[in-house]
């Protein structure tokens, strides 16, 4: 059995996908009911043991932790490690109750920081923001489980870059949606690359790591390569959609102020905005990462980068027909 905490989101869903098309028994446990597969769901918090010591299945082998609080805006910040660190704790008490050797735990490429130089598995963490910092933190419990019994203990941790995908509404998401609607423009030089992958591979890859798991420590990072400038990105788009692209460019310091500014408008209207200070940080950062160690592994990705785009804009921006099923994540 392949018990899966956080299977209701967008990454989870796709990986019941993967793992069901293989015949594997499957086990989701989520604070929510899966939208797509809702009779594999058991509703449980993560930072609630109990609930979690009630539900998980008796006959489960492997552990796939996604359950994660993640978007940019969380307030109060404390839910980043009552989620992220508490709730990683509460899930290896209860794999030691129940004798589970084995977890993958997906963490992030946040570990990093921003505007690091191509930073690989061994490169040092410097998260610049509570997501990050509650993530390293949760890396640092499961290895402090794993080395108490190294001999018998598997625990693979995957640092995926942004990841992307049909239905998904994150930044990827909001920024292609701003690029196809022609109202795009672009702020700072467009010289930056951005790490991305698809939510299709990253679903093929946890699987990978699941029929590849024995005795012993992994971290990989994952991206799909090459990575593109946000200059590239635009004319995939404009390929993909047979669209010409607005090519006004914007200073960095200008789009930051209007930044700050839908900040002030969000504090005192209580709505959230599509551009925000933080935003427009990360989407003007250098954020490009190593993943040789992933791609090296024996994993063949189903998918190229550009296939991956183009499957997301065809699906969310051309017109096949789409059903109202979403997934609302960074």
């Given at each position: 059995?392949?018990?899966?905490?956080?299977?209701?989101?967008?990454?989870?869903?796709?990986?019941?996908?993967?793992?069901?098309?293989?015949?594997?028994?499957?086990?989701?446990?989520?604070?929510?009911?899966?939208?797509?597969?809702?009779?594999?769901?058991?509703?449980?918090?993560?930072?609630?043991?109990?609930?979690?010591?009630?539900?998980?299945?008796?006959?489960?082998?492997?552990?796939?932790?996604?359950?994660?609080?993640?978007?940019?805006?969380?307030?109060?910040?404390?839910?980043?490690?009552?989620?992220?660190?508490?709730?990683?704790?509460?899930?290896?008490?209860?794999?030691?109750?129940?004798?589970?050797?084995?977890?993958?735990?997906?963490?992030?490429?946040?570990?990093?920081?921003?505007?690091?130089?191509?930073?690989?598995?061994?490169?040092?963490?410097?998260?610049?923001?509570?997501?990050?910092?509650?993530?390293?933190?949760?890396?640092?419990?499961?290895?402090?489980?794993?080395?108490?019994?190294?001999?018998?203990?598997?625990?693979?941790?995957?640092?995926?870059?942004?990841?992307?995908?049909?239905?998904?509404?994150?930044?990827?998401?909001?920024?292609?949606?701003?690029?196809?609607?022609?109202?795009?423009?672009?702020?700072?030089?467009?010289?930056?690359?951005?790490?991305?992958?698809?939510?299709?591979?990253?679903?093929?890859?946890?699987?990978?790591?699941?029929?590849?798991?024995?005795?012993?420590?992994?971290?990989?990072?994952?991206?799909?390569?090459?990575?593109?400038?946000m200059n590239e990105l635009v004319v995939q788009v404009q390929k993909c959609l047979n669209r010409k692209i607005n090519s006004l460019h914007l200073p960095y310091t200008l789009g930051y102020?209007?930044?700050?500014?839908?900040?002030?408008?969000?504090?005192?209207?209580?709505?959230?905005?599509?551009?925000?200070?933080?935003?427009?940080?990360?989407?003007?950062?250098?954020?490009?990462?190593?993943?040789?160690?992933?791609?090296?592994?024996?994993?063949?990705?189903?998918?190229?980068?550009?296939?991956?785009?183009?499957?997301?804009?065809?699906?969310?921006?051309?017109?096949?027909?789409?059903?109202?099923?979403?997934?609302?994540?960074?």
């Open positions: 059995m392949k018990t899966i905490i956080g299977g209701s989101g967008f990454v989870g869903t796709n990986l019941i996908k993967e793992l069901e098309n293989s015949d594997y028994q499957i086990q989701n446990i989520d604070k929510s009911i899966s939208k797509i597969y809702p009779e594999l769901t058991t509703i449980a918090d993560i930072r609630n043991k109990n609930e979690l010591l009630s539900t998980i299945n008796s006959n489960t082998d492997t552990v796939i932790l996604l359950a994660a609080e993640h978007k940019d805006n969380i307030d109060p910040t404390s839910l980043y490690y009552d989620v992220n660190v508490d709730g990683t704790r509460n899930v290896l008490k209860v794999i030691e109750k129940n004798g589970i050797n084995n977890i993958i735990f997906t963490s992030s490429v946040a570990v990093y920081g921003l505007n690091k130089p191509n930073p690989d598995e061994n490169s040092p963490v410097d998260p610049f923001n509570h997501y990050g910092k509650s993530k390293w933190q949760a890396e640092e419990i499961l290895r402090e489980w794993y080395n108490k019994h190294p001999q018998n203990r598997s625990l693979t941790i995957i640092r995926p870059t942004v990841i992307f995908g049909e239905r998904n509404r994150g930044n990827v998401y909001n920024l292609l949606k701003q690029i196809a609607s022609g109202k795009f423009m672009m702020v700072g030089t467009g010289m930056n690359k951005k790490s991305m992958a698809y939510v299709g591979n990253v679903a093929a890859f946890i699987k990978h790591c699941v029929e590849t798991a024995k005795p012993g420590y992994r971290l990989f990072n994952y991206v799909d390569k090459p990575d593109l400038t102020l209007g930044g700050l500014s839908f900040d002030i408008f969000s504090k005192l209207t209580g709505k959230e905005f599509p551009v925000s200070a933080v935003r427009v940080k990360k989407f003007c950062a250098t954020t490009q990462f190593d993943s040789k160690i992933a791609h090296s592994s024996g994993f063949i990705a189903p998918y190229t980068l550009q296939e991956g785009l183009h499957r997301t804009l065809n699906y969310e921006f051309g017109s096949e027909v789409k059903d109202k099923i979403i997934f609302e994540s960074e």
